[in-house]
């Protein structure tokens, strides 16, 4: 059989050339597809795994920042990190080049590491509190934040309390912990407050720990709830309604920080009515003074409104360390503790229902006294007897010699028949229908005399 020479021809010619380019031009789409897939799942695990690092880097600065101030013994809030560091002071801050670092005696150690050269990283510490540091760690990484806050109680700071302020930086004393064989754990725990119930939606209700012994090596609590969607509690014990359920049973625990596992419980219910919280207050006290020889002025809340206000105590603090003063947070006895003149103390009064209504008083330590008074009258009747007694402004009786006075003397003209003692009595015999006059004079510790001069009219 014959085959035809032109068909073997075409069945021998393979692709054409419009052929070639389609299929190169098909093969080309799909590399590329594969490449950008891939690509971009590159890009995803990348993003992802630098996400994971800074989540992780924060989790870790928030645990060591807490476990190193926790047994600290004192803290102060700073703008930014000092040119000169005090030996044998910690420091917390984030460094030029973005890293969390410790500065202690000239060392300085990185806190965490920098996962990216595109990382933004923040810091920022708080105290509000007489004894806590509250901080926010902050690091953005491409236009995405990552935060995580947290605040922890210095168990070492004993009397001593905390200056409030905001700041990058934390300066902090650490006293290593000693293990007391004479130690006293907490025994007990019970748990009191001004109401059993709490109004919902947002009502709030101070809650008090009392520990047995009173005199615990270690004081502080951890408060919890637990019904996380109906409250919350603070760290002071501040418990807060979140939900509008009413007739919900709310379980406080406040657990010992000492390890003894010792707790206590209080029951609140929540209800719908209404709680009269604090809206206004004054503080009061005898004198805007107080002398360190004298030693305490008793500080008060007066003119509480509403006057049927559920719970109308309030906390007391300073904003001086515990070396210029002392003050018992809830009782208010201001204790002054040094001896320089001229030190003003702002004395903070807080409400504890919640409501954080907050007044201060400003309180001189040791003023400079600028002149005196004389009280006690200003008449007196023949052969009779008169008690004056001499005041300093600012400050108090000047039969009190410490209070920056050391001598007071007393002095009377007008009749030889008058006379006046050391105490401040004045005496006249038996004349009448003319006027004494009445000298005091005060020197004071630095040598300094002032006098002060008051008529006495005597009468028959």
Not at 384 to 395: F, I, W
């Amino acid at each position: 059989m014959r085959v035809n020479s032109k068909k073997r021809i075409a069945f021998k010619s393979g692709f054409t050339l419009i052929e070639l380019i389609v299929t190169i031009a098909i093969l080309g789409i799909v590399l590329t597809m594969a490449y950008s897939m891939g690509d971009f799942g590159s890009t995803s695990f990348n993003n992802g795994s630098a996400k994971s690092d800074i989540q992780s880097n924060i989790r870790i600065a928030s645990d060591y920042i807490t476990k190193e101030l926790r047994y600290s013994s004192d803290a102060v809030v700073l703008a930014e990190f000092p040119t000169t560091p005090y030996p044998n002071t910690n420091y917390i801050y984030v460094g030029n080049d973005g890293i969390l670092k410790q500065y202690y005696n000239t060392d300085i150690t990185n806190i965490s590491g920098n996962t990216s050269n595109n990382m933004i990283t923040t810091l920022q510490f708080q105290i509000k509190n007489s004894k806590t540091v509250e901080f926010n760690i902050q690091e953005t990484y491409r236009k995405q934040t990552f935060q995580l806050g947290s605040s922890t109680l210095l168990l070492n700071i004993g009397d001593h309390t905390l200056v409030n302020g905001t700041g990058a930086v934390i300066a902090y004393t650490t006293e290593p912990i000693i293990t007391n064989i004479n130690a006293k754990p907490v025994q007990a725990i019970s748990i009191t407050a001004p109401l059993n119930s709490i109004s919902i939606n947002g009502g709030m209700l101070q809650l008090t720990s009392n520990l047995t012994p009173t005199d615990a090596s270690i004081k502080a609590v951890t408060w919890s709830v637990d019904d996380g969607t109906l409250s919350t509690i603070d760290t002071n014990g501040l418990l807060k309604t979140i939900t509008g359920i009413q007739g919900k049973n709310i379980k406080v625990t406040a657990t010992a920080q000492d390890g003894s596992g010792v707790s206590g419980t209080y029951t609140v219910t929540t209800t719908g009515l209404s709680i009269n919280r604090v809206t206004s207050f004054t503080i009061v006290s005898n004198y805007d003074c107080i002398f360190n020889g004298v030693g305490t002025l008793q500080m008060r809340v007066s003119g509480v409104n509403p006057v049927d206000a559920a719970d109308p105590t309030v906390t007391w603090s300073i904003d001086q360390p515990s070396s210029i003063a002392i003050i018992d947070q809830n009782t208010g006895l201001l204790t002054a503790k040094t001896t320089n003149s001229n030190i003003i103390v702002v004395v903070t009064a807080k409400t504890r229902d919640g409501s954080n209504v907050t007044k201060t008083k400003d309180i001189t330590i040791n003023p400079k006294l600028t002149s005196i008074y004389i009280t006690g009258g200003s008449t007196i009747t023949r052969k009779s007897g008169l008690k004056l007694s001499c005041y300093a402004n600012p400050g108090g009786n000047l039969a009190t010699p410490s209070i920056g006075v050391s001598q007071l003397k007393w002095s009377v003209t007008g009749s030889n028949s008058a006379n006046i003692g050391n105490d401040g009595l004045l005496k006249i015999g038996n004349v009448w229908g003319i006027t004494l006059t009445v000298k005091a004079i005060a020197t004071l510790n630095d040598g300094t005399n002032i006098t002060v001069n008051q008529n006495i009219n005597v009468q028959k």
